[in-house]
């Protein structure tokens, strides 16, 4: 399947309500202004959903065809109206209906033949669905009405297909198509992946699998996806939203980085520039620049999310947590990561190397490139110490103090000798010396006496 949840993030600019032509979303409102063609066809429609879902009868729906023809209202009403006015159907049940008429509406893709929905998002439905010009499965994500009448939806949705179509990598979904239909449907057709996402996977019965992750099987995973981006950073592309839901995993272990909603080339000022103070990803996994809105995001907030990611599935919980999407957000700018081995005491210490590495606050004691954080995951999965993880240690400090450092010797007892440069401030020598002075002093007053006599 192909993940259906596009920039979900926890301040992503909000949908259009406004849901196209036709009525029967708000219940007994009028219906816009169309055409006679259109509002018939979809007055067609409602009957026959209604009839097919046994809401009314066709006795009723002739009866409201007639109320229409007998009335002299120039905005005329939609049979939709006519159902709820006269009680045969709800207000809710008239907004369902024209939902259902959306996705069939939908469902007709020129060149692709729809087979069954996949899943639903807040921004987009995937369907399952043939190419028929190459005889092949593949899904198709399809901008819901409401939400092609939002042009940045409309914009952020073809950039999804374009930076898509820059990538070529096996844990990537590959982009195929993106266009839209003689309706003013928008769609982006995807390489179709048989398989589910962590998201799913991670989830307790019966919503998810409950599948706990080993740390073998999690380095298998991660390592996949960190060779993605990789790629997309090698490309001047940063993903921006990396997280469990994002990433599908076949029945044969390969995993596969899917939807680019939030994804934006490193060059692109004008994006930046614009989205400058709004967080943009998703909050359990979200990187602290990313939270304060910085311009200049690079390759390293990926780094962050991933190191986020492979925490939840090695420890079976997510990094930070918390009542809202705010609180959550906060802990991520201030609140310290409780170690990963430290969580589950049966990872190991290198693991937990590369996590809190990842996931420093400051993107400056991070990975200094994606290649560097593959080469530790790889070395931990044959067992071999991290080489670039380091723990957070000021090294500066460490070399201060070997430098004041002072050399001492074991000596019989237990006590220690002094270095020799402090051999005359040691105590004992002091006590020492000064007897020596005070007995030197007493004989030369005793000499002075004697000859003076």
Avoid at 192 to 197: A, D, F, L, M, S
Avoid at 232 to 237: I, K, N
Avoid at 276 to 296: F, H, L, M, N
Avoid at 307 to 314: I, K, N
Wanted: proline content about 6%.
């Amino acid at each position: 399947m192909a993940n259906s949840d596009s920039s979900t993030g926890s301040r992503a600019p909000s949908a259009s309500n406004g849901t196209g032509g036709g009525a029967g979303a708000n219940g007994g409102s009028r219906a816009p202004a169309a055409g006679p063609g259109i509002a018939a066809n979809l007055d067609t429609e409602v009957g026959r959903v209604v009839v097919e879902t046994g809401l009314a009868t066709r006795t009723e729906i002739d009866f409201c065809r007639e109320q229409q023809k007998q009335s002299s209202d120039p905005n005329q009403r939609s049979l939709a109206d006519l159902l709820v006015e006269y009680n045969f159907i709800t207000v809710n049940q008239a907004k369902r209906i024209r939902s259902t008429i959306d996705e069939r509406r939908g469902s007709q893709i020129p060149g692709y033949q729809l087979l069954g929905k996949l899943g639903k998002g807040a921004m987009a439905t995937v369907y399952k669905a043939k190419q028929i010009s190459l005889d092949r499965t593949v899904a198709v994500k399809v901008l819901p009405k409401r939400s092609s009448d939002n042009i940045e939806f409309v914009e952020r949705f073809y950039k999804e297909g374009k930076a898509a179509a820059r990538l070529s990598h096996n844990n990537i979904v590959q982009a195929i198509d993106v266009g839209s239909t003689p309706d003013g449907y928008h769609y982006f057709a995807m390489e179709y992946v048989e398989g589910k996402t962590l998201y799913d996977l991670m989830q307790p019965p019966p919503i998810g699998d409950g599948r706990a992750f080993t740390e073998q099987e999690a380095l298998d995973i991660i390592i996949q996806i960190a060779d993605a981006l990789h790629h997309a950073h090698q490309r001047g592309l940063i993903h921006r939203d990396v997280k469990p839901k994002n990433i599908l995993l076949t029945p044969q272990g390969v995993a596969k980085l899917t939807d680019l909603g939030l994804a934006r080339a490193t060059d692109d000022k004008e994006a930046a520039e614009s989205e400058a103070g709004k967080a943009y990803g998703t909050p359990y996994y979200i990187s602290p620049e990313q939270i304060r809105g910085d311009v200049d995001i690079d390759f390293r907030a990926d780094i962050y999310s991933l190191g986020a990611t492979l925490y939840h599935m090695v420890t079976h919980r997510p990094p930070f947590d918390g009542e809202t999407p705010s609180a959550v957000m906060h802990k991520h700018l201030k609140q310290p990561l409780i170690p990963a081995d430290h969580v589950n005491t049966n990872l190991s210490a290198g693991i937990g190397e590369i996590i809190d590495v990842a996931m420093a606050k400051d993107r400056e004691e991070r990975y200094h490139s994606t290649e560097d954080m593959l080469e530790d995951l790889e070395a931990v999965r044959r067992g071999e110490p991290p080489p670039n993880a380091r723990r957070n240690v000021d090294l500066d400090k460490l070399a201060d103090m070997e430098t004041k450092a002072k050399t001492v010797d074991i000596v019989p007892g237990g006590e220690s000798a002094p270095a020799s440069g402090d051999l005359w401030k040691h105590p004992i020598v002091v006590g020492l010396m000064a007897g020596v002075g005070v007995s030197v002093v007493v004989n030369i007053i005793l000499l002075v006496v004697l000859l003076l006599k």
